[in-house]
């Protein structure tokens, strides 16, 4: 094809003139903006309203000829079309239109590459202006290979087609309210990567996890159904009509955020999911587990990606009024967590060295949106030279008094230190009476010596179990050891 026939193809697909005139008929879903990542090297859905029977053409300059659907008989429509895959440094601005009759619309300022969901509660909405560092962020942030997307809050009973909110092209004034931990991944993803990354928010502060899970999952599940679903269902508020305005005790309603805030992304392209949740949930624990493994389950699904990355953080240490190191339900809690991670192609990460004893929302969230990006890197895109994990306990060796604590050797790094060159911090031993007393640490090579002058033999170690620890213990890049127990004994 010589370069006059491009030029009128070109102008045939997108003609001259204002292209996305106010239409009558014709609406493409809300997902689908002119400033948006479209996912690279998948098929993509475009999809919307136009009149019933009515032919619709999906144009893209991507592609050497429209590809065409018919409304239904509701006149809803949905054409797939092919996207390449996009090489690195490839940062080049697309358009793609869509047609019907005489009435047209047009998105333009698109690029191609991977679109990201950041979803949860109040330390993923946290937001860049809040973080720790913030001006330095905001200052730098004219990243116009990065676009963000804030799903606005709703809620409701039955699931939406529709929501509110924008693609925005990634500048200091668009980041300063988007999630500092979803910028933060989405930031080193770039960096490393070399593409254009998307990123979308949505999500709530004090959300539960049951609220993102749709209904149908929560009553086909004996244990969820009778947690979640069935005391709500039970309450008079279950049938009062639902609005769109933020509450408390709203955000903690199964099903309702599914409905409103991720139902209608279902069709959206993405690459994967990155959760920050756990704080509204944090007394639960078997019934968390599976809500969550049912949640990541269900979007799976519902995506039709097929077993899409799921990456979430560990809640983080918080005192809850009350600096009593015995006190450790968050602890039985971030137990709970790493037991998500038995799902396949999900994944755990750690902030308690980077956490505030004494704020619920530490600050500190660039590292941890780093290390979500580490992990992406190395099991999503497969750069298996990134190191993204901490070290994970393998086995504790006991004699007399002293313990010996063996990490499994694909989590140490290149070796154990402390971010503060003390002794580690934050081991406790106990005898076969169950008092648990703090012991002394030190680094021996890839292990560390636990020993106590209060227990004369050691039946239990415990590393991090309460509900504060703020830890020193790392490996030598500077991923935190995850908070262990050896034994069993059942929570008080």
């Known amino acids: 094809m010589n370069i006059v026939r491009i030029l009128i193809c070109y102008l045939f697909l997108f003609p001259t003139g204002s292209f996305a005139a106010v239409v009558d008929s014709l609406r493409i879903a809300d997902a689908l903006q002119s400033n948006m990542v479209i996912q690279q090297n998948r098929p993509f859905k475009v999809w919307g309203k136009a009149d019933p029977g009515g032919k619709v053409g999906i144009h893209a300059d991507w592609l050497p000829a429209p590809t065409e659907v018919y409304a239904d ?51 993923m909405q946290f937001s860049v202006r809040e973080m720790k560092g913030a001006e330095q962020v905001i200052s730098t942030a004219d990243q116009p290979h990065i676009r963000l997307l804030n799903v606005a809050l709703n809620f409701s009973e039955t699931p939406l087609e529709n929501f509110k909110g924008s693609w925005q092209t990634c500048s200091p004034e668009s980041v300063a309210g988007f999630s500092a931990v979803g910028y933060s991944f989405g930031k080193k993803l770039l960096d490393n990567l070399n593409i254009p990354i998307g990123l979308v928010f949505t999500g709530i502060g004090a959300s539960s996890v049951q609220a993102y899970i749709p209904k149908a999952d929560l009553a086909a599940d004996t244990m969820l159904n009778r947690v979640y679903l069935q005391p709500y269902l039970a309450d008079p508020k279950s049938t009062e009509p639902v609005d769109g305005g933020f509450s408390f005790e709203k955000v903690m309603r199964p099903y309702l955020l599914y409905n409103a805030m991720v139902h209608p992304l279902i069709n959206l392209s993405i690459k994967g999911v990155v959760w920050y949740q756990g704080e509204a949930n944090h007394l639960e624990r078997a019934s968390y587990v599976r809500a969550t493994q049912t949640m990541i389950n269900s979007w799976r699904r519902d995506f039709s990606q097929g077993q899409l990355p799921f990456y979430y953080v560990q809640i983080a240490p918080f005192f809850h009024d009350k600096e009593d190191p015995a006190l450790a339900f968050d602890a039985y809690f971030r137990e709970a967590q790493e037991k998500i991670a038995t799902l396949n192609n999900t994944y755990m990460v750690s902030t308690l060295d980077v956490g505030e004893a004494r704020d619920l929302h530490p600050k500190n969230k660039k590292p941890v949106g780093e290390r979500l990006a580490a992990v992406a890197l190395n099991r999503a895109y497969n750069q298996l030279d990134v190191v993204y994990q901490g070290p994970v306990v393998d086995e504790v060796e006991v004699a007399g008094s002293t313990a010996y604590v063996s990490f499994k050797p694909e989590t140490l790094g290149t070796g154990l230190q402390t971010n503060d060159g003390q002794s580690p911090q934050f081991f406790y031993v106990a005898g076969d009476d169950r008092v648990f007393y703090p012991a002394k640490a030190h680094i021996e090579g890839s292990r560390i010596v636990v020993e106590s002058n209060n227990v004369t033999r050691i039946a239990a170690v415990r590393y991090a179990f ?21 034994d069993t004994w059942e929570e008080e």
């Open 73 to 123: 008989a509701n006149g809803n429509f949905m054409g797939i079309i092919p996207v390449p895959k996009v090489e690195k440094g490839d940062f080049t601005p697309h358009r793609m239109g869509v047609t019907a009759g005489d009435e047209q619309v047009e998105l333009s300022n698109l690029l191609i590459g991977d679109v990201w969901i950041c979803s949860g509660q109040s330390n």
């Open 466 to 486: 309460f509900n504060y620890p703020v830890t020193n213990l790392e490996n030598k890049e500077s991923f935190p050891a995850l908070p262990f127990r050896t």
